[in-house]
């Protein structure tokens, strides 16, 4: 599951167009933040925070927003505060999400930059992506059934 550069990917291949994979994944409070997100996640320059206690605190800004191909958000603070080294490995790193149309599918890439395999949340953070993208993600697209409510 990580890519030449080691950063952490998912890809996912849906049968939805691009339009409504783009929205859905836009609807961050459906499959990742739920009530614990604070913010808007719709439009260029848009911030929005997720807390789940102690446990994690982020905060990211959308860098990037091409309509029903591309949307990066740089994740400018992080607090994870079960790690022990360092509880600011996500500050800095990106989350993209890669929209491209084939002839009977959408495929969907999913890229954590900069969460790679030395970093100590590596194991938990990757089971937790796996999680959050192959699960929840993947079950608001296809069924539209938030995770969150």
């Known amino acids: 599951m990580t890519a030449?550069?080691?950063s952490f990917?998912?890809?996912l291949e849906l049968v939805s167009s691009p339009q409504r994979v783009f929205e859905c994944l836009l609807d961050v409070s459906k499959w990742w933040g739920g009530k614990d997100l604070v913010g808007s996640t719709s439009r260029l320059n848009d911030e929005f925070t997720i807390t789940h206690g102690d446990a994690h605190y982020s905060?990211?800004?959308m860098i990037e927003f091409i309509p029903d191909r591309k949307v990066v958000w740089l994740i400018t603070e992080s607090r994870l505060g079960w790690l022990?080294?360092?509880k600011h490995e996500w500050t800095n790193t990106s989350l993209v999400f890669e929209i491209s149309p084939t002839e009977h599918f959408t495929t969907l890439h999913f890229t954590h930059e900069g969460?790679?395999?030395d970093q100590e949340c590596y194991p938990l953070c990757s089971d937790g992506w796996a999680l959050v993208i192959?699960?929840?993600l993947f079950t608001f697209i296809t069924e539209g059934t938030p995770h969150f409510v």
Do not use: I, M, S, W
């Open 4 to 6: 030449g550069n080691q």
């Open 9 to 11: 990917t998912v890809t």
């Open 59 to 61: 905060k990211q800004r």
């Open 84 to 86: 022990e080294r360092d």
């Open 115 to 117: 969460l790679v395999p």
């Open 134 to 136: 192959k699960d929840y």
